[in-house]
């Protein structure tokens, strides 16, 4: 019933900026928080930043804090990724994830950020 469309990415030069787009088609109420991954070349998937649904608490790896930004348009029903001063390191395929109510979460299809040097 719930499924996220990821857009935004795309080539940049470090130092850049990109925001990340994160739409959801369906039910919301079953949302408990959304977040953000990414699987860089060669390297496991890892944790980018979360946002709880209700109560707004926003997480970042160390990695991001203070460069990336995670934030949700209720009435567009959108999570967001603001990434500014990208570093080459950020390259990676970036997944949205909502983590349902019902305990299981489920996965966009991904986009490309590749920063150049």
């Known amino acids: 019933q719930v499924q996220l469309v990821e857009s935004g990415g795309g080539s940049v030069q470090a130092g850049d900026s990109l925001r990340l787009s994160c739409v959801i088609s369906?039910?919301?109420?079953?949302?408990?928080?959304m977040a953000w991954f990414r699987q860089g070349p060669g390297k496991e998937r890892e944790f980018v930043a979360r946002?709880?649904?209700?109560?707004?608490?926003?997480y970042y790896a160390d990695s991001v804090k203070g460069r990336f930004t995670v934030s949700r348009d209720n009435a567009k029903k959108t999570v967001y990724l603001q990434m500014i001063s990208l570093k080459p390191e950020d390259t990676a395929v970036y997944y949205c994830?909502?983590?349902?109510?019902?305990?299981?979460?489920?996965w966009g299809q991904g986009t490309q950020v590749t920063v150049s040097s």
């Open positions: 369906g039910r919301t109420d079953t949302i408990a928080a």
């Open positions: 946002i709880t649904w209700v109560g707004l608490n926003t």
């Open positions: 994830k909502a983590d349902l109510v019902l305990g299981y979460p489920l």
